[in-house]
């Protein structure tokens, strides 16, 4: 018998209301952007959170890495809490091991930074001086991502798109989280392209075992690379569970209309 892993990450009714400085919210009403999101992803596992612009993604990403306070609600990563609105607990991004990867490879990279320096920026934060260790340290990450060790001495407009996209995951793996988010990060590449990234994201699952969150519209790439799926509709899940069995048996309206929008991705 298996016994199920402890999530990585849980999330427990999350909400949040923007409340905007315009005196269009001076009635104290703000913007609900997300209402009681609950939801668990474990150690290896790929959650696909799908939803049409505005429903609330980018917030719960951001809300996870700690860079927006949630108004409602807990996130526990394994033992630790590292939200609970209601006792006050905000534990910062840098001390949550998560790490992002966005959407546009090109503006996310220091275009004057050296590609092993825009890797190993995260170790060197953390306050890693030892130079041979970095080199080595951002040699094994371009190594795990596909690229070569000479990478580290260029700069990212030598890159294709597809590649800086492998620098921004080799950056986002080098301090080791738990957690790897990926918010729309292959909307903006060649669909060939994309599933190299895909196919990337895979394997690395399969050697590091984290737990990756992988936003999209697109509900066809859900369904090449995700385990589970939760869709979002107004801030709300409308509908979840293992990706194959939703994306072949919607129950939701809002879920078909995804379906149909979107051409799939063959394997
Ligand atoms: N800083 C903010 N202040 C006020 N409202 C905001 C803010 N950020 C987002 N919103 C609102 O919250 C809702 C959810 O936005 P969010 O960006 O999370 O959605 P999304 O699904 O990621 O959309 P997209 O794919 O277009 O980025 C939207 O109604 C948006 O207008």
């Given at each position: 018998?298996?016994?199920?892993?402890?999530?990585?990450?849980?999330?427990e009714?999350?909400g949040?209301?923007?409340?905007?400085?315009?005196?269009?919210?001076?009635?104290?009403?703000?913007?609900?952007?997300?209402?009681?999101?609950?939801?668990?992803?474990?150690?290896?596992?790929?959650?696909?959170?799908?939803?049409?612009?505005?429903?609330g993604?980018?917030t719960?990403?951001?809300?996870?890495?700690?860079?927006?306070?949630?108004?409602?609600?807990?996130?526990?990563?394994?033992?630790?809490?590292?939200?609970?609105?209601?006792?006050?607990?905000?534990?910062?991004?840098?001390?949550?091991?998560i790490?992002?990867?966005?959407?546009d490879?090109?503006?996310?990279?220091?275009?004057?930074?050296?590609?092993?320096?825009?890797?190993?920026?995260?170790?060197?934060i953390?306050?890693?001086?030892?130079?041979?260790?970095?080199?080595?340290?951002?040699a094994g990450?371009?190594?795990?991502?596909?690229?070569?060790?000479?990478?580290?001495?260029?700069?990212?407009f030598?890159?294709?798109?597809?590649q800086?996209?492998?620098?921004?995951?080799?950056?986002?793996?080098?301090?080791?989280?738990?957690?790897?988010?990926?918010?729309?990060?292959?909307?903006?590449l060649?669909?060939?392209?994309?599933?190299?990234?895909?196919?990337l994201?895979?394997d690395?699952?399969?050697?590091?075992?984290?737990?990756?969150?992988?936003?999209?519209?697109?509900?066809?790439?859900?369904?090449?690379?995700?385990?589970?799926v939760?869709?979002?509709?107004?801030?709300?899940?409308?509908?979840?569970g293992?990706?194959g069995?939703?994306?072949?048996?919607?129950?939701?309206?809002?879920?078909?209309?995804?379906?149909?929008?979107?051409?799939?991705?063959?394997?």
């Amino acid at each position: 018998m298996t016994v199920p892993s402890a999530p990585v990450l849980r999330a427990e009714h999350i909400g949040k209301t923007y409340q905007g400085r315009s005196r269009l919210f001076a009635q104290g009403t703000g913007v609900t952007a997300l209402t009681d999101v609950s939801f668990e992803v474990g150690p290896g596992e790929i959650l696909g959170i799908v939803g049409e612009s505005g429903c609330g993604k980018s917030t719960l990403a951001r809300i996870i890495v700690g860079l927006e306070q949630a108004s409602v609600g807990r996130l526990v990563a394994g033992d630790a809490t590292l939200v609970d609105v209601a006792e006050g607990v905000f534990v910062p991004p840098a001390a949550r091991r998560i790490q992002m990867v966005f959407q546009d490879p090109y503006s996310s990279l220091n275009p004057r930074m050296k590609v092993g320096d825009v890797v190993s920026e995260g170790l060197r934060i953390a306050g890693e001086t030892n130079r041979g260790l970095l080199a080595d340290r951002v040699a094994g990450m371009l190594r795990l991502v596909g690229l070569p060790a000479e990478a580290a001495s260029r700069y990212p407009f030598q890159f294709s798109g597809g590649q800086r996209q492998r620098i921004g995951i080799a950056r986002a793996l080098i301090t080791e989280p738990r957690i790897l988010i990926a918010d729309e990060a292959v909307s903006a590449l060649d669909v060939s392209v994309q599933m190299q990234i895909l196919n990337l994201l895979l394997d690395i699952r399969d050697r590091l075992r984290i737990a990756v969150l992988f936003i999209s519209h697109d509900i066809g790439v859900i369904e090449y690379l995700c385990d589970k799926v939760i869709v979002l509709a107004q801030g709300k899940i409308v509908e979840s569970g293992a990706a194959g069995a939703v994306i072949s048996e919607p129950s939701h309206a809002y879920t078909k209309k995804l379906i149909e929008a979107v051409p799939r991705i063959q394997d």
